[in-house]
């Protein structure tokens, strides 16, 4: 329900680039007509791009050509595709409630902006859900609702009123999940005291101990060191005019009969999406009395200075961008509380704020990282090389540019910290300031570099020692189960689980093995050993043959496999048939292969297409989406095309349905939300419908039907 709001002109906007890191700049007048806006940021900002309509494709190579066009063309200045990665309601709202927290300024133009934002994703009973697609929360509308009181709207402005309306409908901010309570008594407007124990005592236990933080699944962990910190020194700010005013307009209840002890335990109906369980009451309740009355002050003392020392490492090794947004913000009330607002390390913090923040056509909001940079080149590369066109001259110096952005983007070094994965030669998601290496984008980037200097014999600006080290750190990474994890491997069992206090994700406690992320490997090292055969060959085996192990017993009855970081069984088969084919497992000779091809199959609508819901991944189980999607539709059609299935009529009608979407530009529109993490959350991926589509009509031409007629098909 867009709702009407001031907005900046989005002319004066420009984005620069350093190694892959972003900042939006506001210019003047006089500097905004000095410097004319690129093709990629008038497409991102929503401006009429100017580019020219191409001829009507006839058949699925052209198509894909003219998406590739289309394509280039938003390529950055250092070889990488940048875009908005948002969605999460939690992310914007803790970035801008740490800046006021801290002192940190926010600039009419951001304010601006972000209430345009906020204005453009209202949902019709006025409130905001965990995630931009999703039903009004507590959570969301409460966290946003402070948003716009702290950007300057009054509570009688309409979309302030709408949603306090909508919040108090849903029974006041009492019912606030965890981190939004955390929140909350940051800003003085809730009791720490109605907040379940966050002890940072926890870091003082031998690692042995199979709950150690350093077991948490990383993304876990990291927001949950700083929380303790917080939590520890009960950290809030002073009452002020504004935190007055709104501890009576959150609440159904006046503020002061409110006993926040007794809503520790509460969550609104709309918000629980993972119910705690029985062991974390218990717990929670045994913390609290060490707390009142047993925990002597020296080893509270030390509690407090051991997480504060791994706040501070955690800062320096990551440039103090952090892993995300939601640890950067308890980070920066963190160094805030402990080294002022005029601090060095403060200032440090607000200047890698910008990184996280895009400004897009619905306004500015805040990524889920700081960016998707190197996942998203990485595929863009392999895509364009299966699709056939990466010998053309008119993509050569694309590719060049994106084999340099990879090449400045790689972990050339490991970290002297005991909980860190090893990660020299690895890739990270986004940026090599992120620092933190992941299993599937240094497998997607090794495999991308070995397309463009192996095969395609591009210059080798990235030599075999250091693709040689990725390998290293990727053999490092396999699970005892044979799969792959995210970040790092395993480290306890799901038992973690009973420990889970977020009350609104799940699966977050522990680092799970992934058929996405274990195909990605297997794959990376498959292509590897073609053109290194030599390089530890027998542990590369070993590791290729229990991942495909894994990867088997993860199928589904239905022939399925479940999806963890996309919309979800459509992205999940894209990956796993990828790993049975690479030890010739397809149609022709696997029961595998053969049900998971029935079962999308099973999903192809009557316009050709697949269209999953997001949902699909909320209730582990296959739900329709009321339209077909292009980007489930490619992801259906290459996972076809790689299980070698022979009946390529089939194919053809996603195909074609794909193509009837291409715009004359080359382009693709935007549909529904793409990517999910943690079950519940849904977050954009808005590149993905320009290469994977593209990637499709591509590769049925230059692979698919090539191997047809090898097979004695055509």
């Known amino acids: 329900m867009p709702t009407t709001a001031s907005a900046t002109d989005p002319t004066r906007w420009r984005l620069d680039v350093d190694e892959g890191v972003h900042q939006w700049r506001y210019l003047s007048e006089v500097d905004s007509a000095r410097q004319p806006q690129s093709t990629a940021e008038k497409y991102f900002l929503g401006l009429p791009t100017g580019l020219p309509s191409l001829e009507i494709p006839r058949n699925f190579q052209q198509s894909a050509r003219n998406g590739f066009r289309f394509y280039q063309n938003l390529q950055l200045n250092d070889g990488h595709w940048g875009c908005g990665y948002g969605g999460p309601s939690f992310l914007l709202a803790g970035i801008v409630i740490a800046m006021y927290i801290t002192e940190t300024e926010i600039s009419p133009e951001w304010k601006a ?45 309409s979309l302030t009123s709408k949603a306090r309306a909508r919040l108090h409908a849903l029974g006041g901010a009492v019912g606030i999940p965890q981190w939004g309570k955390i929140w909350l008594a940051l800003l003085n407007l809730y009791s720490w005291g109605g907040i379940n124990p966050i002890p940072p005592e926890l870091w003082l236990l031998p690692n042995w101990i199979p709950f150690h933080p350093w077991r948490w699944w990383v993304q876990c962990r990291v927001v949950y060191l700083p929380v303790s910190y917080l939590y520890a020194n009960k950290v809030a700010i002073p009452l002020n005019p504004l935190i007055a005013s709104l501890r009576q307009e959150i609440y159904t209840h006046p503020y002061e009969s409110i006993h926040f002890e007794r809503y520790r335990d509460a969550v609104a109906a709309t918000d629980l999406k993972k119910l705690p369980s029985g062991l974390l009451r218990v717990a929670n309740m045994c913390l609290r009395l060490w707390e009142r009355y047993i925990r002597p002050n020296y080893i509270a003392q030390w509690a407090n200075e051991r997480v504060y020392g791994l706040i501070r490492r955690e800062d320096e090794v990551t440039s103090y961008n952090c892993l995300a947004p939601v640890n950067k913000a308890f980070h920066m009330v963190s160094v805030w509380y402990s080294d002022g607002a005029h601090s060095t390390r403060m200032r440090l913090h607000r200047e890698a704020i910008p990184s996280y923040m895009w400004v897009g056509e619905k306004g500015m909001t805040c990524s889920g990282t700081n960016g998707v940079q190197v996942w998203d080149t990485a595929f863009s590369i392999q895509a364009m090389v299966e699709a056939g066109i990466a010998m053309l001259p008119e993509f050569r110096t694309t590719l060049e540019n994106a084999l340099r952005y990879l090449d400045i983007s790689q972990l050339r070094e490991d970290l002297a910290d005991v909980y860190r994965q090893p990660r020299k030669g690895g890739w990270p998601f986004s940026t090599r300031n992120n620092g933190y290496i992941v299993s599937d984008c240094a497998a997607e980037a090794l495999k991308a570099v070995l397309m463009l200097q192996e095969e395609c014999h591009f210059d080798k600006l990235i030599p075999d020692d250091r693709l040689q080290d990725c390998v290293d750190s990727l053999l490092l990474m396999q699970n005892p189960d044979g799969g792959f994890s995210s970040y790092e491997r395993t480290r306890s069992g799901t038992f973690l689980e009973y420990l889970n206090a977020s009350e609104v994700f799940d699966r977050i406690m522990v680092e799970y093995s992934y058929p996405e992320c274990t195909t990605a490997v297997v794959t990376a090292l498959s292509l590897f050993r073609r053109y290194f055969p030599t390089y530890r060959s027998s542990e590369i085996n070993g590791v290729i043959e229990r991942a495909v192990n894994y990867v088997i017993k993860a199928q589904r009855p239905d022939g399925s496999w479940y999806g963890s970081w996309g919309v979800c069984f459509t992205y999940a088969s894209f990956f796993a048939i990828q790993c049975l084919e690479v030890v010739n497992q397809t149609w022709q000779n696997s029961s595998h292969v053969r049900r998971c091809c029935k079962f999308l199959l099973s999903k192809q609508k009557d316009d050709g297409g697949w269209g999953e819901h ?96 090898r097979e004695g098909y055509e």
């Not at 906020?118 to 995630?131: I, Q």
């Not at 980007?631 to 009529?649: D, F, G, I, Q, S």
């Not at 529904?672 to 943690?678: A, K, L, Q, S």
């Open 113 to 157: 902006e972000i209430i345009r934002y906020l204005s453009n994703t209202v949902n019709e009973d006025g409130g905001w859900g965990l995630h931009s697609a999703g039903a009004s929360t507590v959570f969301a509308t409460t966290l946003y609702y402070v948003t716009l009181r702290i950007l300057g709207l009054q509570p009688s402005h």
């Open 614 to 709: 997001y949902t699909s991944c909320e209730q582990e189980e296959y739900i329709d989406h009321e339209q077909s999607q292009v980007v489930n539709t490619a992801w259906a059609c290459l996972a076809l095309m790689h299980a070698r299935y022979p009946y390529k009529e089939d194919i053809e009608k996603g195909l074609k349905l794909i193509m009837r979407r291409q715009q004359r530009n080359g382009e693709w529109y935007q549909e529904d939300v793409e990517g999910v993490f943690n079950n519940t959350c849904m977050i954009g991926y808005p590149n993905y419908k320009l290469y994977f589509t593209a990637w499709a009509l591509g590769r049925y031409d230059n692979i698919y039907l090539p191997m047809l007629e």
